[in-house]
């Protein structure tokens, strides 16, 4: 097969916001918030971990 006859590669370029509509904007804020929550959900999931293996454990903060 020659290179010419090969389908093209799509590259996803991601819009700007000046780009996106409101209800793109507003998806797209409820996506961060959504990955933020669960960022915060995980840092006391391993604060909680630390906590408890300093107090089994002993050790420095």
């Known amino acids: 097969m020659a290179a010419f006859d090969e389908e093209p590669i799509l590259v996803n370029t991601p819009q700007t916001l000046e780009q996106m509509s409101v209800e793109e904007l507003q998806a797209r804020i409820e996506t961060l918030q959504a990955g933020i929550a669960a960022c915060e959900a995980e840092i006391e999931k391993k604060k909680a971990?630390?906590?408890?293996?300093?107090a089994l454990f002993g050790g420095d903060n």
């Open 49 to 54: 971990q630390k906590s408890a293996a300093h």
